[in-house]
Nanobody
Framework: QVQLVESGGGLVQAGGSLRLSCTAS????????MGWFRQAPGKEREFVAA????????AYADSVKGRFTISRDNAKNTVYLQMNSLKPEDTAVYYC?????????????????????WGQGTQVTVSS
């Protein structure tokens, strides 16, 4: 069973930075495309960023482009989300997601329905 565990959330002032980490266990991590999503109270879960299985291709939601950076270290089974210039509207629970892909796949995935495996989420709160 794939396990994804997020960490790094917290409370930060507007303009500040946080780095989220998501570590996978019981997997060959390089076979997984990974993504970050977020869900604010009363809203649907939304795409934030995605990275393909070798880290060579990334994708971002328009709302975070230029502020957030997704990266991965396959040797450490970990994907990261560096969040800079945080805004109050970034407040949400952030979820890490993983999808087992074929060896020939180097694409990113941006829809909730694309992912089979999810972490438990980590709260990010940005104060104004």
């Amino acid at each position: 069973q794939v396990q994804l565990v997020e960490s790094g959330g917290g409370l930060v002032q507007a303009g500040g930075s946080l780095r989220l980490s998501c570590t996978a266990s019981r997997v060959t991590f390089s076979r997984y495309a990974m993504g970050w999503f977020r869900q604010a109270p009363g809203k649907e879960r939304e795409f934030v960023a995605a990275i393909n299985r070798d880290g060579g291709t990334v994708a971002y939601a328009d709302s975070v482009k230029g502020r957030f950076t997704i990266s991965r270290d396959n040797a450490k089974n970990t994907v990261y989300l560096q969040m800079n210039s945080l805004k109050p509207e970034d407040t949400a629970v952030y979820y890490c997601a993983g999808e087992l892909v074929s060896l020939s796949s180097f694409r990113t995935y941006v829809a909730v329905r694309d992912y089979d495996y999810w972490g438990q989420g980590t709260q990010v709160t940005v104060s104004s």
